[in-house]
T-cell receptor, first 111, second 119 residues
Framework: KAGVTQTPRYLIKTRGQQVTLSCSPI?????VSWYQQTPGQGLQFLFE???????NKGNFPGRFSGRQFSNSRSEMNVSTLELGDSALYLC??????????FGPGTRLLVL | AQTVTQSQPEMSVQEAETVTLSCTYD???????LFWYKQPPSRQMILVIR??????QNATENRFSVNFQKAAKSFSLKISDSQLGDTAMYFC????????????????FGKGITLSVRP
């Protein structure tokens, strides 16, 4: 089976812009979770989607949003980018309540 | 809320030797999973090993094994016959598959430990 894929792999944006990241899960996995990784805060949970519905949400401002499509692919969007949003964004897929498998991540740099 | 603590920020081991990475966690739940993930310089997060809390037997995957002490809320990873390719950051993670909103896959991570394997 193909693994989790994320696009784009690298992204440079400026403050105030918005960005959309995409994640395609492992075939058969209907749960997709997103995490933000920074040197200062470590790995933090953003949100989880299952069957096109957000099931869990972490403690992030409303500028961070996501959605899931009927084929289980997921996107996350960050509006009005801030310097502090520079991070590695990791997507993970799983069967519901099971082990998560991660994609390669998207590195976002906000200038 | 659950917390995961990895108190050692860095460790170093000689190739072919054994090293143990420590992790403690705090939870009031009885049913949960614990994981060790490895993140090499490529930043790809790779599953190393998984332990279900209801299983008394410690999980083993080739050179990797865990020492799961449920009462002490301790979950350490032992790497035997260390190889240069084991150089990476290692994260301990907790999952409660039946969280506040029903079933979920949310992981709570520790801050990680950087392991260097010396040739």
């Amino acid at each position: 089976k193909a693994g989790v894929t994320q696009t784009p792999r690298y992204l440079i944006k400026t403050r105030g812009q918005q960005v959309t990241l995409s994640c395609s899960p492992i075939s058969g996995h209907r749960s997709v979770s997103w995490y933000q990784q920074t040197p200062g805060q470590g790995l933090q949970f953003l949100f989880e989607y299952f069957s096109e519905t957000q099931r869990n949400k972490g403690n992030f401002p409303g500028r961070f949003s996501g959605r899931q499509f009927s084929n289980s692919r997921s996107e996350m969007n960050v509006s009005t980018l801030e310097l502090g949003d520079s991070a590695l964004y990791l997507c993970a897929s799983s069967q519901w309540g099971k082990t998560q498998y991660f994609g390669p991540g998207t590195r976002l740099l906000v200038l | 809320a659950q917390t995961v603590t990895q108190s050692q920020p860095e460790m170093s081991v000689q190739e072919a030797e054994t090293v143990t990475l420590s992790c403690t966690y705090d939870t009031s739940e009885n049913n949960y999973y614990l994981f060790w993930y490895k993140q090499p310089p490529s930043r790809q997060m790779i599953l190393v090993i998984r332990q279900e809390a209801y299983k008394q037997q410690n999980a083993t995957e080739n050179r990797f094994s865990v020492n799961f002490q449920k009462a002490a809320k301790s979950f350490s990873l032992k790497i035997s016959d260390s190889q240069l390719g084991d150089t990476a950051m290692y994260f301990c993670a907790f999952m409660n598959p039946t969280g506040d909103t029903g079933a979920n896959s949310k992981l709570t991570f520790g801050k990680g430990i950087t392991l260097s394997v010396r040739p």
